[in-house]
């Protein structure tokens, strides 16, 4: 951050002693290899400039629609729901947030495994929640009775991030029913996995799945998340939400890629294809690899500790993504770039393996 | 909204009680003139465009710059701050938001003017604030005695919208001075009006301004906003934003509309010679009319009751503002359109007046 913090009596104490997410870096030097955020190497469907475009000729100085009705329609359709069941937010990254005001009052307890995506955490301190994080086994697993029954509010990534694993729509089941509060799914990276918990929705009443626009959309660059779930449960998100909080373009693009159902299997069989050859590479290399669901790899390097190797890519122009926690400190989290992405990667690898 | 709210233990109960914020209609009526949301009736910059487009052509399956660096600077040098002097949001309501997630605990006193922009009751609510309405004199004007000191957060819009009312920069300074918390003038919509509060902020280190790209940029249809405070206040935000709360269209769209101060200027020049020729036009129809420093104007009509007025306009496709408040049910608040939708605006009273 640009931003050194001092004390001072206008902010929340608890403000001034938290240490702001960090996402992974955007840096702009050219040649860069960038397999560190776990964008997708190709564009989003043709069909999303088109809808920007249209946008362009006219209508950018008007409020969008507040409540996304398009968008949503096309997210319901899509993945056979109502349209009272689905809500859009600025990012999944809003939609998580949005939770937390819906759902957590000061002091009660939020929880989630660990190691997962570090903006729970956050999230939970700015909204005074007790933490409660979950331990991974060291194969990165959970079991069902190390989730407190009485949780507000619990967060699983699944597939989660940076491990890769998946849980069964079983065991998540099993979780949701033996939750008093509400269970939120992350499924950012779902679409590369092979189930995904939508169907829990239409049983489940204390269920929140969230998904996102920027991964197999291949739409980082806008903010489009969207959460699907039982309709009081959507209807409290839309009660604390911004007015407007998802822009035209962001809408109109959401809905294209959404709609652009060929283009996007194409993507994600792409990506996949590419992450199974790549974890065989990396394994032929000595690399500890388990399977991944995710459009990543996490791995567990040869020959040099994790943070050297992170050291040696970044110096060949190639950003991967390590994690200063002593439980995973000896792991890499690579995105799974184009097919001649990867190649460098295993070239600069192999230069020093 | 389209969902009604039942009780349900998984929601906050302040929630369940909760109404939403209700935003000005955006309906899809071919032919309607639309004078209730404070929208420009002219375009963006021609240079938006042309900025989105270059985007279009590769870089949206990348994530957005987290910290807006590009637009910040643009903002930073048209008024005269330094980048971390400037906080960049998705619509200045996710601003208004991120200043209770910063510097407000639950049961604190959040305080603002009645009437003004009706987002900073919900926001209070949401975050458990107490809120304190200072009531505006019968002519919108307000006491400094009237403002508690020890509020932990004080909102005044500036110029107020229904009433297009201004408070002097000697009254904030005032205001500032007396207050022990911080101070968040709302500029939305202060490019239509003859003064502005940035020269407080390089004196008082409790402000934040906060401004929007909607109404004088003509960028509604995309989320931009921006506060500019002092450093430590600015970092704050900037910890408990999400990590990438600004779309790259969004910056590109709100960095271009900034740099183009010409056109900027013209727009502005223009509403504003609409809404005093349209002001002096229904003061001619008897129309109570005070000055307005916004691109609307707050009337309170002669011969029907304000009420009987919207539906009146509505009849005939025009749509305007009403607030349903004994204080204020008696006026109107109308937008400044085009030249001509004004024109058949008094085409519509005349036959009714």
């Known amino acids: 951050m640009l931003i050194r913090f001092m004390k001072n009596n206008l902010i929340r104490p608890s403000i001034v002693k938290m240490l702001a997410y960090t996402p992974g870096e955007q840096p702009r030097i050219p040649g860069l290899i960038k397999l560190n955020t776990n964008e997708t190497p190709y564009p989003p469907s043709p069909k999303v400039a088109r809808a920007i475009r249209r946008i362009?000729?006219?209508?950018?100085?008007?409020?969008?629609?507040?409540?996304?009705?398009?968008?949503?329609?096309?997210?319901?359709?899509?993945?056979?729901?109502?349209i009272d069941e689905v809500f859009c937010g600025n990012g999944s990254d809003e939609i998580l947030g949005a939770c937390f005001r819906a759902f957590v009052d000061g002091g009660q307890v939020v929880q989630f495994p660990f190691p997962t995506y570090s903006l729970y955490p956050v999230l939970s301190k700015i909204h005074h929640a007790r933490i409660r994080e979950i331990p991974c086994g060291k194969d990165f697993s959970l079991a069902l009775a190390q989730f407190d029954?009485?949780?507000?509010?619990?967060f699983v990534a699944n597939p989660n991030s940076p491990t890769g694993t998946l849980l069964s729509n079983a065991f998540l089941r099993k979780l949701a029913r033996r939750l008093k509060g509400v269970l939120v799914i992350d499924e950012a990276y779902v679409d590369f996995a092979k189930s995904h918990a939508l169907p829990l929705?239409?049983?489940?009443?204390?269920?929140i799945v969230t998904r996102t626009s920027s991964k197999s959309f291949a739409l980082a660059g806008l903010r489009v998340g969207y959460a699907i779930g039982n309709r009081e449960l959507i209807g409290a998100l839309f009660k604390i939400k911004d007015?407007?909080?998802?822009d035209r373009l962001a809408q109109a693009a959401g809905q294209a890629a959404i709609e652009d159902i060929a283009y996007h299997r194409r993507l994600?069989?792409?990506?996949?294809?590419t992450r199974e050859w790549?974890?065989?590479?990396?394994?032929?290399?000595?690399?500890?690899?388990?399977?991944?669901?995710?459009?990543?790899?996490?791995?567990?390097?040869?020959?040099h500790p994790a943070k050297k190797w992170l050291d040696i890519l970044r110096k060949n122009k190639i950003l991967i993504r390590w994690f200063e926690h002593p439980q995973i400190r000896d792991?890499?989290?690579?995105?799974?770039?184009s097919d001649a992405e990867m190649r460098q990667l295993l070239k600069i690898v192999d230069k020093s393996n």
């Open 278 to 303: 790549c974890r065989r590479e990396l394994i032929k290399r000595g690399w500890h690899t388990p399977p991944s669901e995710g459009n990543f790899l996490f791995t567990r390097p040869a020959r």
């Open 243 to 246: 007015s407007y909080n998802l």
């Open 201 to 207: 929705v239409r049983t489940e009443k204390n269920v």
């Open 149 to 154: 029954p009485r949780a507000t509010l619990t």
């Open 331 to 337: 792991w890499l989290r690579i995105s799974i770039g």
């Open 56 to 82: 362009l000729n006219g209508s950018l100085r008007l409020y969008p629609d507040p409540v996304c009705l398009n968008l949503r329609a096309a997210i319901a359709k899509r993945y056979g729901f109502k």
């Open 268 to 273: 994600i069989k792409k990506v996949n294809r």
